[in-house]
T-cell receptor
Framework: RKEVEQDPGPFNVPEGATVAFNCTYSNSASQSFFWYRQDCRKEPKLLMSVYSSGNEDGRFTAQLNRASQYISLLIRDSKLSDSATYLCVVISGGSNYKLTFGKGTLLTVNP | DVKVTQSSRYLVKRTGEKVFLECVQDMDHENMFWYRQDPGLGLRLIYFSYDVKMKEKGDIPEGYSVSREKKERFSLILESASTNQTSMYLC????????????FGQGTRLTVV
């Protein structure tokens, strides 16, 4: 099993839609989790951290399920500007150093 | 404004050349990383460093080495470039605590011919 696995996508949704991405991780000792966003030909940038209790930032909601070892990202009321690749990131337990990325999910929001 | 700066955006090298990719950060971060990103494969960790002169192999270290002589600078070295090392290379840095963010450089697109 790969360390971090994501929905392969691509996702094509109309403006205003709600879309959800999931990501599973294999190391039960993993400590920290993030969602990053990467625009075409740009570097990844932090979208939001994922806290144990779940957290929300405007239209974006992140959830963590430690028992099932997955994290999720929900985007409500999609905008054209949400079109990007979304990457889940897991920091390995034990060292707190190694960042492991999922392969990313491409989202295209259509007018 | 925090910054991670990679020395080149685009680089073309010949097979067999020794290639140096430089990365500098101004945030006094202990941790620095080198990834390569390829279509369909995502970001794969080559090497990371958790302090000056300290380094650890990532998932795909073969054909690469690194150098961290100063805290702000992390260099990736391709000992003898090969065509299968044509890729986008991304450097990142991070403070080694909790939910701190990793910051990325703008990337170096390396083509080996």
């Amino acid at each position: 099993r790969k360390e971090v696995e994501q929905d392969p996508g691509p996702f094509n949704v109309p403006e205003g839609a709600t879309v959800a991405f999931n990501c599973t991780y294999s190391n039960s000792a993993s400590q920290s989790f993030f969602w990053y966003r990467q625009d075409c030909r740009k570097e990844p940038k932090l979208l939001m951290s994922v806290y144990s209790s779940g957290n929300e930032d405007g239209r974006f909601t992140a959830q963590l399920n430690r028992a099932s070892q997955y994290i999720s990202l929900l985007i409500r009321d999609s905008k054209l500007s949400d079109s990007a690749t979304y990457l889940c990131v897991v920091i390995s337990g034990g060292s707190n150093y190694k960042l492991t990325f999922g392969k990313g999910t491409l989202l295209t929001v259509n007018p | 404004d925090v910054k991670v700066t990679q020395s080149s955006r685009y680089l073309v090298k010949r097979t067999g050349e020794k290639v140096f990719l430089e990365c500098v950060q101004d945030m006094d971060h202990e941790n620095m990383f080198w990834y390569r990103q390829d279509p369909g494969l995502g970001l794969r960790l080559i090497y990371f460093s958790y302090d000056v002169k300290m380094k650890e192999k990532g998932d795909i270290p073969e054909g690469y080495s690194v150098s961290r002589e100063k805290k702000e600078r992390f260099s990736l070295i391709l000992e003898s470039a090969s065509t299968n090392q044509t890729s986008m290379y991304l450097c990142a840095s991070r403070a080694p605590t909790g939910f701190t963010e990793a910051f990325f450089g703008q990337g170096t697109r390396l083509t080996v011919v």
